[in-house]
């Protein structure tokens, strides 16, 4: 009873073992099924990703041109020294804010003003030769009215004299002397006349002050008064103070420079776009762009303002010769002027040559190509 009782013991074990055997299938099964819903979700989201992105490129990426080529720049007025001399003062640093009209510089004024002095009194001079030009034009005038008038009286004379003489009431010799003396006066008023003539040539003009050697010498002396003034170094225009070189006891000469002027709160931003880029960039198109200098939180908004007249290679110093035989083909990329609000400009300022990001909406079409204005 002991061996049946083991046997069946076994035997229903090989049972139950038997039956786990026949129910292995089912979940191969399963796990089939759950890997193809798997694959059917992946393919779902592929299927929508590419369906957004096919939206996205439709409605919205097609109807902007981005670039992150662009930079700030600037029309920075470079200081450069008007007149030579010795530098005495310096009064600006390099990163230094300035307004136009502050005192950037001081050059060593004596020279100028030992200059101004001598045509101040050249001017001076000037004035009584002219106006001495013009006594002398009188004094002819009056002249000539004395010899008309001596002229005049001779040939009374003369002709009195000649009709006696056929009566014989006047010899021959007091004839001869009274149209001698007639001679003489004709002459004399020839001369006057002359002289008259030339005293005007020296005062055409239109008075004293606007005769020419007046003029001549009034330019003069504005001229080194001028010199004088720029002895005092001054700012063009508003902005940053860069390149400083000047130093005080320096030697300048004229158009050495000393020093530049950027004018940040006119900046403007060159974004250099692809060629392909451009078939519909025009005038007047909005941009949004970011600079690195603040990142994604700071937004700028501008409008573009023309395309540049070439590529950046067609005015390099040494320009591609695309005639050679080992030509390459390259993208080029035209910079694009871009005008920045100056109300953002002055609430986050930017620095000539800092990168930026530019995003054009290319939408309104209703400018000419070529940004005309």
Same mark, same amino acid.
């Given at each position: 009873m002991a061996d049946g009782a083991n046997f069946t013991f076994i035997e229903s074990e090989s049972v139950e073992g038997g039956g786990n055997t026949e129910d292995a299938p089912p979940p191969r099964k399963k796990m089939s099924k759950t890997r193809k819903a798997m694959l059917l979700g992946a393919a779902g989201i592929v299927a929508k990703l590419a369906l957004g992105a096919? /939206?996205?490129?439709?409605?919205?990426?097609?109807?902007?041109?981005?670039?992150? #080529?662009?930079? @700030?720049?600037?029309?920075?007025? +470079?200081?450069?020294?008007?007149? &030579?001399? +010795?530098?005495?003062?310096? %009064? @600006?640093?390099?990163? +230094? &804010?300035?307004?136009?009209?502050d005192v950037l510089a001081i050059v060593d004024?004596?020279?100028?003003?030992?200059?101004? /002095?001598?045509?101040?009194?050249?001017? %001076?001079?000037?004035?009584? %030769?002219?106006?001495?030009?013009y006594a002398q034009e009188a004094s002819a005038a009056a002249q000539l009215r004395a010899r008309q008038a001596e002229l005049?009286?001779?040939?009374?004379? *003369?002709?009195? %004299?000649?009709?006696?003489?056929?009566?014989?009431?006047?010899?021959? $010799?007091?004839?001869?002397?009274?149209? /001698?003396?007639?001679?003489?006066?004709?002459? #004399?008023?020839?001369?006057?006349?002359? #002289?008259?003539?030339?005293?005007?040539?020296?005062?055409r003009g239109g008075g004293v002050e606007n005769h020419p050697e007046v003029a001549s010498a009034r330019a003069s002396m504005q001229t080194a008064h001028l010199a004088l003034e720029r002895t005092t170094i001054r700012a063009p225009?508003?902005?940053?103070?860069?390149?400083? &070189?000047? +130093?005080?006891?320096?030697?300048?000469?004229?158009?050495?420079?000393?020093?530049?002027?950027?004018?940040?709160?006119?900046? *403007? @931003?060159?974004?250099?776009?692809? $060629?392909?880029?451009?078939a519909h960039v025009r005038a007047g198109q909005p941009v949004e762009l970011h600079a690195d200098l603040y990142g994604d939180r700071v937004t700028y908004h501008g409008r573009v303002e023309g395309?540049?007249?070439?590529?950046? &290679?067609?005015?390099?110093?040494?320009?591609a010769q695309n005639a050679t035989g080992n030509w390459i083909r390259v993208v080029q990329r035209v910079p694009v002027r871009i005008a920045l609000d100056p109300a953002e400009l002055a609430q986050h300022p930017l620095r000539v040559g800092l990168s930026m990001e530019a995003r054009i909406d290319v939408r309104d079409q209703d400018a000419p190509s070529g940004f005309a204005h």
């Open positions: 096919g /939206a996205f490129l439709y409605f919205t990426a097609a109807h902007y041109v981005t670039t992150d #080529n662009a930079y @700030v720049g600037a029309a920075t007025a +470079q200081i450069n020294a008007q007149v &030579s001399g +010795q530098i005495l003062d310096v %009064r @600006v640093e390099d990163t +230094q &804010s300035v307004r136009r009209g004024p004596e020279d100028a003003q030992l200059n101004l /002095a001598r045509a101040e009194a050249e001017y %001076r001079r000037t004035l009584q %030769r002219v106006r001495q030009y005049a009286r001779t040939g009374v004379d *003369y002709a009195r %004299r000649r009709a006696l003489a056929q009566t014989g009431a006047v010899s021959g $010799e007091e004839l001869t002397a009274t149209r /001698a003396a007639y001679e003489a006066a004709r002459a #004399n008023a020839v001369a006057a006349e002359q #002289n008259l003539e030339a005293q005007r040539a020296l005062t225009i508003d902005g940053i103070v860069t390149q400083r &070189s000047a +130093q005080v006891g320096q030697r300048i000469e004229v158009g050495q420079p000393l020093m530049s002027v950027a004018p940040i709160q006119e900046a *403007y @931003v060159d974004a250099n776009f692809k $060629e392909g880029q451009l395309l540049g007249g070439g590529t950046g &290679s067609a005015f390099a110093v040494i320009p």
